[in-house]
């Protein structure tokens, strides 16, 4: 899926926004992920998974074409880790989404 395809869909499904309303919200929420991602912070999105960087030490690599020797500088690359209930749902497992239980208010 697109990045497109997902703002029609989401438009599509949330007919009282509007296209631009939605394309802002996505873009929104991709560019938060991304700013916390380059500050070296984690992105936890409860019941979907986890966004983290790992650090890559530097290295020696080859070039393909040539063979030659090219050295590969340290660098950070982004890193998905999903949730529980991302891997249940891919795997056909039970939707456990609507069963989570009401939070109650403590009595004044």
Not at 39 to 61: I, M, N, Q, Y
Not at 76 to 99: C, D, I, M, T, W
């Amino acid at each position: 899926m697109t990045r497109s395809e997902l703002i029609a869909q989401l438009a599509q499904a949330n007919p009282h926004l509007r296209q631009p309303d939605v394309e802002l919200i996505v873009s929104t929420i991709f560019d938060e992920i991304t700013g916390a991602l380059a500050r070296g912070d984690r992105v936890e999105l409860r019941g979907f998974g986890a966004f983290s960087t790992k650090k890559r030490d530097p290295r020696t690599g080859r070039n393909p074409r040539t063979g030659t020797a090219v050295a590969v500088s340290a660098k950070s690359v982004p890193y998905f880790k999903p949730g529980k209930e991302l891997r249940e749902r891919v795997n056909g497992g039970p939707l456990q989404v609507a069963a989570r239980k009401p939070r109650v208010a403590a009595p004044a």
